[in-house]
């Protein structure tokens, strides 16, 4: 039995799955085995590529029918005979110390069940090429040590702090992370974090490589997308006590982005009638806010309605934010203070 089971999802990707299966190849830690989640059982690409390496720790997985992407992250967060199981995206990429890097980490901090490292973003060009963007998701210096996080932080508003791709599991927690198949796309990784045991531990290196893609399956519905914000924000304001300097804060940083992305936060107010919330709100945050709905009012009255129009999903969220937040008091967590940590970047 190999240390680490490697699940490989692709969805017809010829160009882009060699580099991923490369990557793994070539990682300096070599006691893994891969199962290759064809996500389309009609493409047969997969299989011919996996035909030509030869490798034996390879093994093509044939889901019965065409899936969502819901059902596939599940299919890879099964209890595993391997101790540890990460997971590799046929669009990303990792660097050849990936898995060393990773093990290495989690062996200092046993009381882990998940880790994941920062990730170096890549943009793919109009000719097919990559070029590397200079930024990562998290915008840390060289040497930061490894810091272990607990719920709840502020990131998790609507957010969440690990990447899919570039994480290392505990194969006795895998269990855990399955998701209701109709829960949207869009909240794939925010609601598998309030699933998880915490603390979960991040590795400040760029150990692992994500690509931004011209053509993605992530959803193009502004609408639901803003929906699952709402949710995810509504949730949160509900179930973790915030000191008023945390809800400034909050405010402060997500009207520091570029575009500014205070929207999200109007919503979950709204949403669960929070007006305390919408006092940290300046004038150019309402201005903002009102030139938007004016211009998307369809949207923001969806976004604004979500809890009505997804109640299975609403309580489903309720439920592990708070079960997660509960399990937070048992630790001696009270009030969530302004000094938790926001400085990850969307890619």
């Known amino acids: 039995m190999s240390t680490i089971r490697v699940n490989l999802i692709t969805y017809r990707r010829p160009k882009l799955l060699p580099r991923a299966i490369d990557s793994l190849r070539a990682q300096t830690f070599q006691d893994w085995t891969c199962e290759v989640q064809n996500g389309d059982p009609a493409d047969g690409e997969p299989g011919r590529l996996l035909a030509s390496i030869g490798d034996t720790r390879f093994r093509l997985a044939l889901p019965p029918r065409r899936m969502g992407p819901v059902e596939a992250f599940n299919l890879v967060h099964q209890p595993a005979a391997e101790p540890w199981q990460s997971l590799l995206e046929d669009d990303n ?12 980490a989690v062996a200092a901090h046993p009381e882990v069940e998940l880790a994941w490292s920062n990730m170096r973003v890549w943009s793919e060009r109009a000719d097919g090429g990559w070029e590397d963007t200079g930024r990562c998701i998290w915008n840390l210096p060289a040497g930061t040590p490894a810091r272990v996080f607990r719920w709840p932080q502020l990131a998790e508003f609507s957010d969440c702090l690990y990447s899919n791709g570039s994480m290392l599991l505990r194969s006795r927690a895998a269990g855990r992370l399955i998701m209701p198949v109709d ?3 869009d909240m794939i990784e925010q609601g598998r974090e309030r ?3 915490f603390p979960i531990l991040l590795v400040p290196a760029p150990l692992a490589n994500f690509a931004v893609t011209r ?3 992530r959803s193009t519905d502004h609408g639901g997308w803003g929906e699952t914000q709402t949710l995810l924000g509504a949730a949160f304001l509900q179930c973790v006590p915030m000191s008023p300097g945390a809800r400034a804060a909050l405010w402060a940083h997500r009207r520091s982005l570029r575009p500014r ?8 107010a709204l949403a669960q009638r929070d007006w305390s919330f919408l006092r940290h709100a300046t004038v150019a945050d309402w201005t903002a806010f009102l030139r938007g709905a004016l211009r998307r009012p369809g949207t923001m009255r969806r976004m604004i309605r979500a809890k009505r129009l997804h109640p299975e ?3 489903w969220l309720l439920e ?6 509960a399990e937070a008091r048992e630790r001696g967590f009270t009030v969530l203070t302004e000094d938790s940590v926001i400085d990850k ?3």
Request: hydrophobic fraction near 45%.
């Open 93 to 104: 990429w990792w660097e050849p110390g990936f898995l060393a890097g990773m093990l290495q």
């Open 183 to 185: 829960i949207s796309r």
């Open 195 to 197: 699933l998880m045991n």
């Open 215 to 217: 053509q993605t399956m």
């Open 261 to 268: 992305s205070t929207a999200t936060l109007f919503s979950a």
């Open 313 to 315: 999903t609403w309580r």
């Open 320 to 325: 592990i934010t708070a079960a997660r937040t």
């Open 345 to 347: 970047q969307n890619p």
